[in-house]
């Protein structure tokens, strides 16, 4: 679906799509991906869908009987998304390109690597960002092709960061035609340049 047009209409359902029942059932709203649209009625087909949890997306066992499947009729049904999904926040990981901000500086890096501030092993190399390390970067320039900025002695330019003065930005991969291009430029605000 394309996040231009809006949101999707349960009109629109296929198969694959997430659904959520609008009137509970059993005490619960029952949360399913659309397997098979049945064509017992052209203007309100039946869906049949497996069961599944409302933030995983995972199906539902009954014990040893397989998986939970449930049936519904399209006008008692909405297109789902977990809210988990609608409100998560892009983390940093290695390999982002970011803005680095402070008082009157304004830097661009790629992360090459999380540093625990006071020099342990950092968990976010394992576990993702933990939103505490410094964001250890190699500063790049922000024109396009995005080059690594080196120092006199011909080694890249380094620099440790903190999370809340960072922010990652889109790196435009294609040109003016829409083809893939090797030089890459970032996507910055005109009120920023």
């Keep these: 679906m394309d996040k231009k047009k809006g949101k999707k209409n349960i009109r629109d359902v296929q198969i694959g799509d997430f659904v959520r029942q609008l ?3 059993n005490g ?4 399913g991906e659309v397997v098979s649209i049945l064509q017992d009625n052209v203007g309100d087909p039946t869906l049949e869908c497996i069961e599944v949890h ?3 997306l995972t199906p539902l066992e009954k014990g040893s009987d397989g998986i939970r499947t449930f049936k519904a009729k399209r ?7 977990p809210r988990k999904t609608l409100f998560s926040k892009k983390t940093f990981e290695k390999g982002d390109v970011i803005q680095y ?3 009157g500086t304004m830097k661009y890096g790629r992360i090459v690597c999380f540093v625990h501030p006071d020099g342990l092993y950092s968990t976010s190399h394992e576990e993702g960002y933990n939103g505490k390390d410094l964001l250890e970067c190699v500063e790049i320039d ?3 092709g995005l080059l690594q900025k080196t120092g006199p002695d ?3 330019k380094r620099f440790q960061a903190q999370g809340d003065q960072c922010k990652i930005m889109e790196v435009i991969t294609v040109n003016a035609k829409g083809e893939p291009t090797t030089m890459h430029r970032l996507n910055i605000p005109e009120d920023e340049m």
Aim: proline content about 12%; overall charge positive; some cysteine.
């Design 101 to 103: 901000k402070r008082g």
């Design 75 to 81: 006008s008692k049904l909405k297109i789902y998304t």
């Design 54 to 56: 409302p933030d995983e």
């Design 142 to 144: 922000k024109k396009p």
């Design 28 to 31: 619960k709203k029952k949360c």
């Design 23 to 25: 009137k509970a059932t």
């Design 154 to 156: 011909g080694e890249p």
